[in-house]
Each structure stands twice: as structure tokens, then as C-alpha cells.
């Protein structure tokens, strides 16, 4: 009896260990984020304390404008006409990351513009991507499909959204996340 359980808890623990799609013991990790309110900012950081990666801030050539309306217009457009703005740097050893959170203002149901550059204008086959989203009320939209097509050659989690106006108390659940797809620090 014994033997049986000491082989059922053995099988136990070697399918556990297929099922976490993704694993932070030997990973190098980058967590790169759009922020244009600030709201994504938080949430990178709080990705960056829960899994000891490094974290890159996507930055455009050309910010964005203040006025809420006029971002929201300028967004439509770029997104509509698959527009990528010139960003203002590049990761530079991108090849040494094995897992990489892209983190985005949900934009009309997508990742911002500059995600988008950031996303296509870097060698990411065979890398994990787990997107993140801040949100009022889009989720995800459909983030991960879109980011599927930019990174074919990537494996594409499924993403965290959080509500824009919930950032600040997200760290909790942005742990569970991270607890929850195998990325938590130990």
C-alpha cells in the first residue's frame, strides 16, 4: 500500500510539474510596459517585486497628448491603420530573456500602438509573452490574438487584466497571478 501511494503522489508531483505553463526558477525575466496615465507603470512594478525581473519602459519618439479626447482619436487612427511609432530605445540583449510580461493600456480592445512596435521590431521566437492590461472595462479585448499574430514564433500566455482605477490595490491578485501561471519568485 505504501508503494502504491508513494507512486501516486510521485505521478502526482511530475504532472504538476507539466501543467504550470510557465516556471521562475531558472528564467530570465523582462517585464516591459506602455504607461501613458501611469496605471500600467504600477502594475509592471508590482510584476517586476513579484517575479525579480528586469523591467523595461516602452517609450514613443513622440508622447502621446494630454487631452483624454485627442489620445483616444489618435489611438483609433494609429491602431486602424496598423500604425508602429518610432520608439525611443530598444532592448538591447532581448536574446537573453526566456520569459517576457508585455504590459498595455487596453486601447480599443488592443495593445497601444507602441507595444506593437515594441513587439515587432524585436527577435522573440521561442520566448514565453505574458501580456498584462490596465482597463475600464475592455479586459483584455482582444490582446492576446493580436499579439499571436505580431509574435507567431512565440508561446502566448493568457494576460492579466486589471482595472485602470484598481491598480493600486491589484498586488494581491497580480501575485495569485503570478502564483497561479508558475512565475512568482520563490
Not at 510580461?101 to 521561442?126: D, E, K, R, Y
Request: aromatic share 10%; with cysteine; net charge positive.
Amino acid at each position: 500500500m505504501k508503494i502504491l501511494y508513494s507512486l501516486f503522489t510521485f505521478i502526482i508531483m511530475i504532472s504538476n510539474s507539466f501543467n504550470s505553463p510557465a516556471q521562475n526558477n531558472s528564467s530570465k525575466i523582462l517585464v516591459a510596459y506602455y504607461s501613458y496615465s501611469g496605471n500600467t507603470k504600477i502594475v509592471a512594478e508590482q510584476i517586476q517585486k513579484g517575479t525579480d525581473g528586469d523591467i523595461f519602459e516602452i517609450q514613443p519618439v513622440e508622447s502621446y497628448p494630454e487631452d483624454y479626447q485627442e489620445v483616444v482619436d489618435q489611438a483609433k487612427k494609429e491602431i486602424n491603420n496598423n500604425y508602429k511609432p518610432e520608439l525611443k530605445t530598444k532592448v538591447k540583449d532581448i536574446e537573453k530573456y526566456d520569459v517576457i510580461f508585455v504590459g498595455s493600456p487596453c486601447w480599443w480592445a488592443t495593445i497601444a500602438p507602441p507595444v506593437a512596435t515594441f513587439l515587432s521590431s524585436h527577435n522573440l521566437s521561442g520566448k514565453t509573452i505574458i501580456p498584462f492590461m490596465t482597463h475600464e472595462g475592455s479586459r483584455m479585448g482582444h490582446t492576446e490574438n493580436d499579439i499571436k499574430t505580431l509574435c507567431p514564433k512565440s508561446k502566448v500566455l493568457n494576460g492579466l487584466p486589471i482595472r485602470g482605477s484598481q491598480v493600486k490595490q491589484a498586488e494581491g491578485d497580480v501575485m495569485k497571478w503570478l502564483e497561479k501561471i508558475g512565475m512568482l519568485k520563490k
